[in-house]
């Protein structure tokens, strides 16, 4: 069974950066297929950034294409997302999700992952 630990987060004003971290308990994260969601309040949870095992492949949704980064942290075992330019509507529960190999076609859909980090709120202010 495989526990996702998840830190980082907080509270920022708009235009800040935060940077959050995943790492997966007793597995090697490089042969997991890695994601992070987020849940806004009285939203349905979406994918924001997904990166393939080994790293191979990074997919981005729009709203944060050129403002989020994820990658992997071989030394840490440890996949990081980093986050510039906040916005107030990046306001979320942020999510980290694993799974094992994987389509890659259906990185931003929740069924295809089976691992669940517990949440971590990111709140920005305008």
């Known amino acids: 069974q495989v526990q996702l630990v998840e830190s980082g987060g907080g509270s920022v004003q708009a235009g800040g950066s935060l940077t959050l971290s995943c790492a997966p308990s007793k597995y090697t994260s490089s042969n997991l297929g890695m994601s992070w969601f987020r849940q806004a309040p009285g939203k349905e949870r979406e994918g924001v950034a997904a990166?393939?095992?080994?790293?191979?492949?990074?997919d981005y949704a729009d709203s944060v294409k050129g403002r989020f980064t994820i990658s992997r942290d071989k030394s840490e075992n440890t996949v990081i997302l980093q986050m510039n330019s906040l916005k107030p509507e990046d306001t979320a529960m942020y999510y980290c999700?694993?799974?094992?190999?994987?389509?890659?076609?259906?990185?931003?859909?929740?069924?295809?992952?089976?691992?669940w980090g517990q949440g971590t709120q990111v709140t920005v202010s305008s």
């Open positions: 999700a694993a799974r094992s190999g994987g389509d890659w076609s259906r990185r931003f859909q929740e069924s295809a992952y089976n691992y």
């Open positions: 990166i393939s095992t080994f790293g191979t492949w990074t």
